[in-house]
């Protein structure tokens, strides 16, 4: 059996969703994803990876700015789906969308709900230093992310890993998580649990104020802040280059048995002190460059050890 489908998402994390749900042989009614926005360096509109991913699959695409007049509610409401998924799709979803498919609208979630609501679960868990996270799949209701779950996931968060690595990771496992959901609902043996309310935390949308690396932090706080922010937006240092003040975008690091003050450069291995230990950088990027490996950085930049960075 299939099911008719409405898929709603935006960024690459859904993409692989979209493409499980055609591979499982669902009908896909409608995809509704963001409009194109302006980006790049000539600031022309670019279509979301979903709706590239869309057309490429000849399948209807649909991007309202909103969804709170009648005319769009109606337009959804006669796709008559059974179903609807919700993935990353970063519009507000009224109730008479909610209602507007037989069973109801669905979400994957990458986090174990409830810890890690909201815009950014993956970059959150990992600057926690979280061990583990994994994906959840959802009854959407009205309230963020506050819907019963119907299934979860865990997958562990290794020392080094990144919250790009981590990404990729849960937008696979989440797109197997519904399938074997939409199985089950297909069943009617699809069961949903109501979230605790003990144990809610909120991942908040990172801001750019936040990025910029603090050396006084314990090493482990400040590892995990460069991987959580890894590749995008990326946590950074400013160091003077070329008699210029340059910032650095740090992509990967690891921990060093090794202290001083903060923020001084201690080898030509690029490790840095932090308030109680320090990280090795590893990876790095400078404006305008490719990433790239900190040994490579360092023979075009005059960073002698001793050097103490903001």
Same mark, same amino acid.
């Given at each position: 059996?299939?099911?008719? +489908? ?7 994390? $859904?993409?692989?969703? =979209? ?6 042989? #669902? ?16 600031? $022309?509109? @670019? ?17 309202? /700015? ?16 059974? !179903?609807?998924?919700?993935? &990353?799709?970063? +519009? +507000? ?9 037989? $069973? ?20 959150? *868990? ?17 309230? =963020? ?6 299934? !979860? ?13 981590? #990404? %990729? ?11 074997? *959901?939409? *199985? ?18 909120? &991942?908040?949308? +990172? /801001? ?15 590892? %995990? #802040? ?8 990326? *946590?950074?240092?400013? !160091? /003077? ?26 080898? &030509? #291995? ?5 308030? /109680?230990? !320090? ?7 400078? $404006?305008?460059?490719?990433?790239? @490996? ?7 930049? %005059? =960073? ?7």
């Amino acid at each position: 059996m299939t099911m008719r +489908i409405v898929f709603m998402g935006t960024p690459d994390f $859904a993409v692989p969703a =979209l493409h499980a749900l055609l591979e499982a042989g #669902h009908e896909i009614a409608a995809v509704y994803t963001q409009p194109p926005r302006a980006g790049g360096r000539g600031m $022309a509109l @670019r279509q979301s990876p979903v709706h590239e991913a869309a057309e490429g699959a000849g399948l209807v695409v649909r991007t309202p /700015e909103r969804l709170k007049s009648s005319e769009e509610q109606e337009r959804f409401r006669v796709l008559q789906a059974d !179903a609807g998924v919700v993935v &990353a799709y970063g +519009i +507000i979803l009224p109730k008479p969308i909610l209602d507007g498919t037989k $069973a109801g609208l669905f979400n994957i979630h990458a986090s174990l709900l409830p810890r890690w609501r909201g815009a950014a679960p993956i970059n959150r *868990a990992v600057m926690a230093g979280d061990l583990e996270t994994g994906v959840s799949f959802m009854r959407v209701i009205e309230g =963020l992310d506050a819907g019963p779950v119907c299934l !979860a996931e865990r997958v562990p968060i290794g020392r080094d890993m990144t919250a790009g690595e981590l #990404h %990729d990771a849960l937008a696979g496992k989440g797109a197997a998580l519904m399938v074997e *959901a939409l *199985a089950r609902l297909e069943r009617s043996e699809l069961d949903c649990t109501p979230q605790p309310d003990e144990g809610v935390t909120y &991942a908040r949308k +990172i /801001e750019t104020a936040e990025t910029r690396i603090d050396w006084s932090r314990p090493a482990p706080e400040v590892h %995990d #802040h460069i991987r959580g922010l890894s590749p995008y937006p990326g *946590a950074w240092l400013e !160091a /003077e280059i070329a008699g210029k003040r340059e910032r650095i975008k740090v992509l990967h690091s690891t921990l060093a048995e090794v202290s001083d003050a903060p923020g001084t450069v201690l080898d &030509a #291995h690029l490790t840095i002190a932090c308030g /109680e230990g !320090a990280v090795r950088l590893t990876e790095v990027q400078r $404006a305008g460059k490719k990433p790239m @490996r900190a040994e490579a950085f360092l023979r075009g930049v %005059d =960073l002698q050890p001793g050097t103490v960075l903001d």
